[in-house]
C-alpha cells in the first residue's frame, strides 16, 4: 500500500512527497481510499501552508523554553461507503473512544453514499495505537496541524493565541506575541503554478526576555494574591533596570491558550499595558525625583505639616488623617505625608513639576512590542491648571499611566536616573538612554525608599536593602472617586545595584484595604525568590 501511495505522488517534487507522506502516513484501513484522499488533499493545497514560528521563554542558564509551538494531532474520520455494518463499527469505535455517542456514531456511519464524516479530533497517541491495533475497515486517521502552548496559563496575556480567520483557512494570531509578531511567525505560502512547486517558508522563531521560573512564580503569588483579598484583577511586572529587559509581566485573571473559547473575552486583556489607572502614592516617587532635581528641595528640607492644605476651596488631607508637625522630605516619604509632596511641586513651580513629568515619559507610549499599548494623561493640568490639580498630581491621584509606564519610571529612579525602553523580544535591546534625573537625585530618592522600608518593617528583608514605596488609590467614577481603591508596591533590590525592578498591583480588594495589608506582602514573597534566583550575596547585615 506504501508502494502505492509513492507512486502516486511520484510525479510532484521530493518536497511535496515528504509532506504528503508526513501528513498521512498513519493509515487505519483502505490503502486505496487512503491514497485517493491523501490526493483530494494535495489539491486542496493545504501542504502549501508554512510551518508558524515557536515562541520561547528563557531561563537562568539561557536555555531557551517552548512557549508556543505547532503540534501535529490526528483526528479520526471514517467513510461511511465502505462501512458495511454500521452498528457493529459504532462498537469497535466506541470501544478505543468511549467519549462518543453510540446513536450518534450510529448515525454517521449509516450514510450510505457518504466519503468523509469527521468522528473526533486530536485524540491521545493510545488511541491512536489502539485504533492502528484495531484495524477497522473504513476508519482512518488524519493530521492536524494546531498551535500548542506548553505551559498553559504561564505567560499568556504576553503570548496570545492563535486562531482561524478569514477565508484564507491560515491561523493568525490574536493577543501577544502572537499577533504583534503575526506575519513574521506566520511565514509564506507554498504555491504550485503551471506544474512548479515553491514550497512554503517556515515563519520566524521568537525569543522572549521572559524567564520561565519567575513568570511562573509571579502568576502563582499574584493568583493568590488576587484570590486571597478578593479583588477584581492585578497585575505583576519584573524588570531588569539598567537593561530596559522585562523579565516578568502577570495579569489576573489570566487563560488558557489551548482552551481560550473557555474564557471570557475580557481575559485577554493585557491590562499592564493596555489599561490606564491612577497610581497613588507611588507617584510620589516622581515628584520628589523631581523636586530633588530641580533643585528645589534636599532631602533634609523641612516643612510644617498642619495635616491639611487648602486650594481653589478644596481641601486636601493625609491619608492617615494626621498632624505631622515639622518633616523632612525623607520623612514624607517615610510616612507617604500628601502635603508633603504637594509643598514639593509647589516649591518646584507647576511648569517645572509639568515638564519633568514629560520627561518621565508620562505622556508617551514605552512602545514595548506588545499589542494595544495605550500611553497616560497630563490632560487635567493641561485643559484645568488650578492649584488644586497639581497638587493632587502630586500624589498620584488626576494623573493616569499603564502598570508599564510607572514600571518604566520607577526603574529609571533605581537605574540612577537613566531611563531605558522596555523590551521583551530579546533581540530589541537598545542603547537608548536618556538621562531623566541626575545620578545625585535618583541615589537621594532610593535612600528616602530604603528608609521608607526600614521603618515600615512590611517589606524589610533580613541581610538586604531593599527599596520600596506603597500607593493606595481611589478610581475614578463619574466624575468624582469611589471607595474603591487599587494599591501598588514598586520596589528593587539591592536598593543601589538592583539585579530587578518589582511592581505588584491589586484592583479592587474587598473593604478598601491599604497597601501594607495587600501587596507589599506578595512584594516581599517575589522579592525573596528572586534575591535567592539570582543568588544575590547580602548588602546589608542586620542583627535579628
Partial sequence: MKLRFFLLIGTTTLSFLFVIFHLYDLQIGNGEHYAKLAQAYSASGEYLLPRRGNIYFVNDDGESIPVAITKEYQNVFAVPKEITDPDLAAGEIIAVLPELSLPELVAKLGKPKDEYELLVKRITEEQVKALQAAEIKGVYLESERARYY?????????????????????????????????????????????????????????????????????????????????????????????????????????????????????????????GLYEPGSVFKLVTMAAGLDSGAITPNTTYVDTGSVTLNGRTVRNWDLKAHGTLTMTNVIENSVNTGTIFTERKMGHRTFYDYLVKFGIKEPTNITLPGEVKGSLRTLENDPQDINFATVSYGQGVSMTFLQLTRAVSTIANKGVMRRPFIIEEERTNEAPQIVSSKAANEVVDMMVSAVHKNVLADIPHYDVAGKTGTAFIPERGGYSDDVINTYAGFAPAHNPKFVVLVKLDRPEGAPLAGQTVVPAFRELTEFLLNYYNVPPTDIKEN
Fill in 150 to 274: 506548553p505551559l498553559g496559563q504561564i505567560g499568556s496575556h504576553v503570548i496570545g493565541f492563535v486562531s482561524m480567520a478569514g477565508d484564507d483557512e491560515v491561523p493568525h494570531g490574536k493577543y501577544g506575541i502572537e499577533s504583534y509578531y503575526d506575519s513574521e511567525l506566520t511565514g509564506k505560502p507554498g504555491s504550485v503554478i503551471d506544474g512548479k512547486l515553491t514550497p512554503p517558508v517556515a515563519g520566524k522563531d521568537i525569543f522572549l526576555t521572559i524567564d520561565r521560573e519567575i513568570q511562573t512564580r509571579a502568576e502563582d503569588i499574584l493568583g493568590r494574591l488576587v484570590q486571597e483579598k478578593r479583588g477584581t484583577a492585578g497585575s505583576v511586572i519584573v524588570q531588569d533596570p539598567r537593561s530596559g529587559k522585562i523579565l516578568a509581566m502577570a495579569n489576573y485573571p489570566t487563560f488558557n491558550p489551548n482552551s481560550y473559547s473557555e474564557s471570557k473575552l475580557s481575559s485577554f486583556t493585557n491590562s499592564a499595558v493596555e
